[in-house]
């Protein structure tokens, strides 16, 4: 069960705005934990706490393919995205990442308390549940595991 406090965006919040390209010079990802969502809320990462969720509206991470983008929300301490859709490249870069996503569509208020079962694809607020969509178990267990590289060093019995 995943909880935290919502942070609302709406439509197509894409790559550029979840990290900004200026910072992808580096290979630092601590440095661009601190400029997540810098493109729509500069104060943004210095706001968020770990565990936080972001709540969205429709194509969220659209854009470019970075994968520096769901890095950058996990680093700064998201612990979930919840959308209604997600662009399909930053759905699967999340997964390969450990950050977990769910497709549901959710309406909630910036601060609420977002509750999430991602073993039934659910979100709970304010004692409403919001039916989402239930990521299969092979993707559930690529999260467990901490995201693709992780998972397949454990497939292989690699546990260094």
């Not at 929300?73 to 612990?79: D, F, H, M, Q, R």
């Amino acid at each position: 069960m995943i909880k935290g406090r919502a942070w609302i965006f709406g439509d197509d919040v894409d790559t550029d705005v979840i990290i900004p390209g200026k910072y992808l010079r580096t290979k630092d990802a601590s440095l661009w934990a601190c400029h997540a969502m810098e493109g729509l809320d500069p104060e943004f990462s210095k706001k968020v706490k770990p565990g936080d969720v972001i709540v969205a509206r429709n194509n969220f991470g659209c854009g470019s393919s970075r994968e520096q983008a769901p890095v950058a929300l996990k680093g700064a301490g998201i612990s979930c995205v919840v959308a209604r859709s997600f662009a399909r490249i930053f759905f699967r870069n999340a997964i390969n990442v450990g950050l977990p996503v769910v497709e549901a569509d959710v309406r909630c208020e910036e601060g609420d308390v977002v509750e999430v079962d991602l073993s039934r694809g659910l979100v709970r607020v304010g004692g409403v549940e919001h039916q989402g969509t239930r990521l299969p178990d092979f993707l559930q267990e690529i999260l467990e595991d901490g995201g693709l590289v992780a998972h397949r060093r454990r497939e292989k019995g690699d546990i260094s």
